[in-house]
C-alpha cells in the first residue's frame, strides 16, 4: 500500500527557515516525480515544487522561488522541502504527493499524505 | 503561473449530472493532454478522481468523467449522489515539472 507521512512543520518567525520531510513506502522513490503542494486551511492548492526521479531537475512556483529547494534521497525513501526566508504567506498546509506514471514527468500527483502545517508567525 | 479558473461553485439534485470547468491558456490546458482533477472533502487529502484528461483511477466510479477542449477542460459528475458533495480542484502540467492548479469549486447536492 502506497504510504506518504510528511513531518518538519511547525511555528517559525518571519524570517526562519523550516526542513518538510515525506516519507515514502509501497513504492520504489526513484521510479517517480514527486511533488509538493500546498493550502492554506479553507484555501485552494498551490502548486510549489517538482522534483524529476533522479533529483537533477526541479521546478518551482514564483512564489517560493529562490527561498525554498526541494531535494530527494531515494535510497532513504523520503523527499525534503527546505524552506528558508519564512514569511506569513507561507503558513499553509503542505502536502507531499507522487506521480500517477512512473518513469514521468510529475504531471499528475496521485497520492497525497495528510500534510504538515507551517505556521509563520511573531 | 496564473491559477486555472474554475466556477466557485456548481449545485445538482441527486440523479442529475453537472459540469465543472476549467479554463487555462495555450501554455497549459491548451498545450498538453495532462490536465486532472481531484476531489476534497473537509479535512482529508485530495484524492485523484481523473487523469491525462479522460483516464479514471482504479475505484473511482464511471460516472466521473473529463473532457477537453482548446483551453478548457471540463469534469462532468452523472448521476449525483450525496457523497459526490466535496470541492473539486483542476489541475495542468506547464512544461518542464510544473503544475498548476485551478481555485477549486464546491460542488452541493441538493
Known amino acids: 500500500e502506497v504510504y506518504l507521512l510528511e513531518s518538519g512543520g511547525g511555528l517559525v518567525q518571519p524570517g526562519g527557515s523550516l526542513r518538510l520531510s515525506c516519507a515514502v513506502s509501497?513504492?520504489?522513490?526513484?521510479?517517480?516525480?514527486m511533488t509538493w503542494v500546498r493550502q492554506v486551511p479553507g484555501k485552494g492548492l498551490d502548486w510549489i515544487s517538482t522534483?524529476?526521479?533522479?533529483?537533477?531537475?526541479?521546478s518551482y512556483a514564483h512564489s517560493v522561488k529562490g527561498r525554498f529547494t526541494i531535494s530527494r534521497d531515494n535510497p532513504k525513501n523520503m523527499l525534503y522541502l527546505q524552506m528558508d526566508s519564512l514569511r506569513a504567506e507561507d503558513t499553509a498546509l503542505y502536502y507531499c504527493?507522487?506521480?500517477?506514471?512512473?518513469?514521468?514527468?510529475?504531471?499528475?500527483?496521485?497520492?497525497w499524505g495528510q500534510g504538515t502545517l507551517v505556521t509563520v508567525s511573531s | 503561473q496564473s491559477a486555472l479558473t474554475q466556477p466557485r461553485s456548481v449545485s445538482g439534485s441527486p440523479g442529475q449530472s453537472v459540469a465543472i470547468s476549467c479554463t487555462g491558456t495555450?501554455?497549459?490546458?491548451?498545450?498538453?493532454?495532462?490536465v486532472s482533477w481531484y476531489q476534497q472533502r473537509p479535512g482529508r487529502a485530495p484524492k485523484l478522481m481523473i487523469y491525462d484528461v479522460i483516464k479514471r483511477p482504479s475505484g473511482v466510479p464511471d460516472r466521473f468523467s473529463g473532457s477537453k477542449s482548446g483551453n478548457t477542460a471540463s469534469l462532468t459528475v452523472s448521476g449525483l449522489q450525496a457523497e459526490d458533495e466535496a470541492e473539486y480542484y483542476c489541475?495542468?502540467?506547464?512544461?518542464?515539472?510544473?503544475?498548476?492548479f485551478g481555485g477549486g469549486t464546491k460542488l452541493t447536492v441538493l
Open positions: 489541475c495542468s502540467y506547464a512544461g518542464t515539472y510544473s503544475l498548476v
Open positions: 495555450s501554455n497549459d490546458v491548451g498545450a498538453y493532454n495532462f
Open positions: 504527493a507522487n506521480d500517477w506514471a512512473p518513469h514521468g514527468v510529475g504531471a499528475t500527483p496521485d497520492y
Open positions: 509501497g513504492f520504489s522513490l526513484s521510479d517517480y516525480a
Open positions: 522534483i524529476s526521479l533522479s533529483g537533477d531537475t526541479s
